[in-house]
């Protein structure tokens, strides 16, 4: 981590607004005729990182727009993403690399808070593999700049993982040596040759806007919550703007 929590504002509690916002996004793209074009697939592979708590079905309706687009999605494997760190990286790797193998073409990543930490990484570590990185709402510059909430649901798996409750992270990821090189890595700077896009909200209850600001990414702010960024239409329109075309080489 490169930077300490108590440096960024801390989010407040969620209110009864947030939810409210919250529900306006899950409508804006609940039915696929109300759906902004997606940025062109043409058969690229994507794959879609869910945050903390979340699985892969937390992103499912995303990565039904972008297969209408043309996109050939790849599930992260991840069914609750309270796991170590760098094993998580490491199997998601293993499916991305597979997936790029099976296209003969980069990827585009997204990752939703936690999971946006992991394609940071992902990024430095295999950019071979990363044409374009997305992140929604992720604290990449500290992953403890969050509400008090939700450090208390981080505190209560980290305890639980340290006592060997299996398929939690512990104590030893955040401090220890298990996770070292992920942790390393999320601070090193993100190949030029990946592109980098991170959304972040000033409304965000949860993780502290300041956090998502990576001094190396393509800053996109966005009205909304922090859950809702991956159902949002305003993201997905701000996405299809950004997102890079198929390369005619």
């Known amino acids: 981590m490169s930077a300490n929590a108590a440096t960024f504002t801390r989010p407040g509690s969620p209110n ?7 529900m306006g996004e ?76 099976r296209a003969g073409r980069r990827a585009l990543l997204i990752g939703q808070s936690r999971g946006g930490s992991f394609g940071r990484v992902l990024a430095v570590r295999r950019p071979d593999l990363v044409e374009t990185l997305v992140t929604l709402g992720s604290p990449v510059l500290d992953q403890m700049a969050i509400s008090r909430s939700a450090q208390a649901a981080v505190t209560l798996v980290g305890l639980l993982g340290t006592v060997g409750v299996p398929g939690l992270f512990g104590r030893s990821c955040r401090n220890g040596d298990c996770c070292e090189r992920a942790r390393r890595q999320l601070t090193e700077p993100v190949p030029q040759d990946v592109r980098y896009i991170a959304f972040y909200s000033r409304q965000d209850p949860i993780v502290s806007w300041e956090a998502c600001l990576d001094p190396g990414a393509e800053l996109v702010e966005v009205n909304g919550t922090h859950s809702g960024m991956g159902v949002s239409r305003t993201v997905w329109e701000r996405m299809a703007q950004l997102v890079p075309a198929p390369s005619l080489a």
């Open 16 to 22: 009864l607004g947030d939810a409210r916002r919250f």
């Open 26 to 101: 899950m409508m804006s793209t609940r039915s696929d005729s109300s759906w902004p074009d997606s940025p062109p697939g043409d058969g690229r592979p994507a794959m879609l990182v869910p945050g903390f708590l979340a699985g892969d079905p937390s992103l499912s309706r995303m990565a039904r727009w972008l297969r209408a687009g043309g996109w050939e999605t790849t599930r992260s494997g991840i069914q609750m993403n309270v796991g170590c760190m760098e094993s998580a990286i490491g199997a998601i790797e293993a499916r991305l690399d597979e997936a790029v193998g």
